[in-house]
């Protein structure tokens, strides 16, 4: 049976850069910026656009409750698609745990970001969840990388991040993974920017807010008031 051709994933409504109106399925983008840059209302924004565009959604969460993003997500689309959205918590402090919230959005919850193969599971059931949908296009998004760094070297971190990035690209969906650029030294992040197909970097300046492209064919440098 003959795959569904998938569309390329418009982002420029969240953020208007140029290269994001038309992102490749199977793309992965790093979103890197100082603590309160906006990383993570930008990939939460990203995931809600994706589901008002009737794709699926897949939070993965090591800084916070995968719940509440589901349920910011809802409070976002109207009518709310349950069995588009799936949520990773890996701060549970408890064993691993599947249940459908009252949304109909599956919650996996692992104990805490050291558990990479839990994540990795709770990930493989959100795939498959979304698949048994009829999902063909969707949207994912883990913060944050720098959390999972406290927990996991990063040749460790980076492995997770290129096997990911290749699930992502096998399966044709886009990824969103934050870090706090200011948290690591500069040879932590070139080796973590390897995993990446493209950067999305964010900046205060003058009292706002910046953002650039970087990779996507689309490298020009230049940062755009957002």
């Not at 406290?150 to 290129?162: E, G, I, S, V």
């Amino acid at each position: 049976m003959p795959k569904t051709a998938k569309h390329m994933y418009d982002l420029s409504s969240v953020l208007p850069l140029a290269g994001l109106s038309a992102v490749r399925p199977g793309s992965t983008l790093l979103v890197s910026g100082p603590a309160l840059s906006g990383k993570e209302d930008l990939v939460r924004e990203l995931l809600a656009d994706g589901v008002r565009n009737r794709q699926g959604a897949i939070a993965v969460r090591t800084d916070g409750n995968g719940a509440d993003w589901v349920a910011e997500i809802e409070a976002a689309v109207e009518p709310f698609p349950g069995h588009r959205v799936a949520a990773v918590d890996c701060r549970s402090g408890r064993g691993r745990d599947e249940q459908e919230l009252d949304t109909g959005a599956l919650y996996y919850r692992v104990p805490d970001p050291a558990d990479l193969t839990g994540i990795g599971i709770g990930i493989t059931k959100s795939f498959d969840r979304l698949r048994d949908a009829g999902v063909t296009e969707t949207r994912l998004a883990l913060t944050s990388l720098s959390t999972m760094l406290t927990y996991a070297d990063r040749r460790t971190t980076f492995k997770f991040c290129h096997v990911l990035s290749s699930r992502l690209g096998s399966a044709g969906y886009l990824g969103a993974f934050t870090i706090d650029s200011t948290a690591h030294d500069e040879q932590t992040m070139q080796v973590i920017k390897q995993a990446f197909d493209g950067q999305i970097e964010l900046r205060e300046a003058g009292g706002g807010r910046e953002a650039r492209l970087r990779g996507l064919g689309t490298d020009t440098g230049e940062w755009t008031a957002i």
